[in-house]
């Protein structure tokens, strides 16, 4: 395994009079390295000496700084072969669709750049990996300035071709305003994009309050953390909840305000691709704005946008959206342009490989970080404290296929916090999500989720922050499938010594209780004759089915092999005959690194549970609404006895609405309490 | 609240919309290109809980874009609730009562 920690050195990539930081400047320059009460160095002081790699992977991300002091997440693929023309920056959707299309995106950047198009990606300020909270003031203006920024960077970048924006949904919106209002874009591509920000609220609006209908807020919801940044009743202050993502009421009614055809356009793009939306009319007005301020217009169908905007295990790439951009952008201009593009009389904001920022009071560094596995290049955001540093170090996992934001952006939150109380905290992307490495198509089989690689990448990332220099004590946490992860690695690895289970829906997996659990749902559904009209008419997809079957067949044929495997644990060994280890040798002598355990995988939650508290690892087990695994226990009263689990908090729910990514506001604020509750805990435990 | 029709009457005649089956099938369909319901909505009763059946919140909004633009109406915010996009029943209601509102205007 090995580790880099952002982009040290020798990138072409950088535009002429932007400079890089290097050195902790620029976004992160400046900042004093004060020890803790641990008495350590922040660990970026010793981070370049943890990297094996001369240069940062691609991919590169990074991040840009125009002085608003709103740095910008971005990633950077670089045109490979021949380059075709223009760089492309791809501006995001917003909230759950941003989440959605994430990793889709990156593909989408990676055919552009194969293409030949030198492309960025970024986050716009308080959303994704930049900097910001929702809350922030003037986030109309702060997301333009993003777009104007990256822009010029890649202007500066790539000359001569120029930069196409590709703008999907609200992001197109931002971009349409961005090239207006001067950024230096020649090309503009739009995709289900309004003239006015009400018509993109509207859609907002009309999704937030489906949602709110379906989880109404409980008459105690405002209890919580004060600093979550989410009201409890988003839309009792003018804000907005979009599924579990925030947009504040100043925001709101900046958006409500924004009509592109009432804006002083100083600029326009040479050329504009409007995209309809699966067969539905753009919106005329945007077409006749951009002729208006002298652009060419093209319309092209838009289809693939619903089939794109579910969970992104699921989403699917818009391939026909991908062809029609890579023509337009490949396209001979039927009019000849006017005169050279216009270019930027601003500077280029600087590009750095780390960003510093306030919160709560506290400077705090995030950075990029890469872990090479045996299974994936795995990718990462680091939140460290510059400032004093307590002897914990967190790590948070993907919530089931969910980039490492989490889920309602609830992770950036968290590692922030924490790390603004001195807990220097990784968010990770396992493979094939988000950024890292790995073939997402995988994920469409939810067994996946469960295979012990994913385990394994978790305590590699363990291991790659030990070896970065960072406490070797970790709280580790995620949602679904990331609480089984955190389970199983705390199980395997001492080090572990508090963990987070947010809405599993296993803590112990295998194919056969899988197998039974989708075999209740198809009797079930074996009832209904719809099932059965479908069947007939090959509208069920008998493969998942089949798959189903299969596991239960070779579990029948097992049965013998696992019977003389129990039996060998019951006489003291594994199940692969070697020896057991002891935990508490293992966790007061012997080396600090790398406390691994041989131990017999529990074959219970309560089994579980019990090793973990022999081990006295600190949990929450947190179950919220209709979560199957909680309804399993529930039946056979495996949760009665609580006490059995002294340092185990469980939270269970007190409602039946699905709920499993936490998406309500005020369920995001309880949530936030539990686990810094659970954090203090640990804390304290270090005193 | 705002309601945006174009030639109703047109409309009635050109769609047939005096009478409710071609509209209900007008909605199955539109259910069926962009509700990403998980079974079949030729199963559906006409009073079918969606929801129930399986659409996400998300889904109906494309839902509601869609039948927006295939009747060229708009529904205005009071109606932009879960009730309304939670049959075909009641979502073949919604679109008389804009008819009918923007009839009177």
Redesign the interface.
Known sequence: MSVSVGAPTGRSSQPAGAGTDRGGSGPSRGEPSGSGPGGDEPSTASAPAASTEPHPPEPRPLYLDDGSGRPVFAVLHGARGERSGCAVLLCPPFG?EDMCCYRIRREWAERLAGEGHTTLRIDLPGSGDSAGAPGDPEQLRAWTQAVDAAVRWLDALDRPGGVAAVGIGLGGLVACRAALLGAPIDRLALWSTPARGAVQL??L???S???R??VPAPADADAGTPDAGTPAHAGDDGGLAV?GYVLSAETVAALDQLDLARLNAVRAPRRALVLE?????SDGRLAAILEAAGAEVTIEDGPG??AM??EPQDAQPPTAVFDAVSRWLHARESRAPAGAPSRPTMAAPRAAEAMTFEHAGVRLRERPVFIDTPAARLFGVLCEPLGGRRELTGLLLNAGPQRRTGPNRMWVEIARRWASRGVSTLRLDAAGIGDSDGDPSVLARVTEFYRPTYVDQTLAALDALGDMGLPQRFVVGGLCSGAYWSAHAALADERVSALVMLNPRTLVFDEWRHARRRLRQLRERALQA?TW??LL?G?IKLARHLETGRTVFERAAGAPARLRARLAQRGGGTAAGEPLRDPKGARHGGSVTRRRHAAAAPRSVPELLDALTERGTRALLLFTGAEVLHRELDAVGALDDPGRWPQLELVLPDSEVETHTLSPPWLQRRVHALVDRLLDGELERLR | MTVSMLSVSGLEKSQGWSDDEPMLDEIRQILKDHGRLPIDVDTLADDADLYQAGMASHASIEVMLALENRFDVEFPDHMLTRSVFESISSIAAALRELRSQAALS
């Open positions: 759950w509207r859609e609006r009309a999704f309050r489906l949602e209908a379906r599924n939306r699966d067969g539905l009319k946008w619903s905007m579910v719809a009209r479908k008419r509208e």
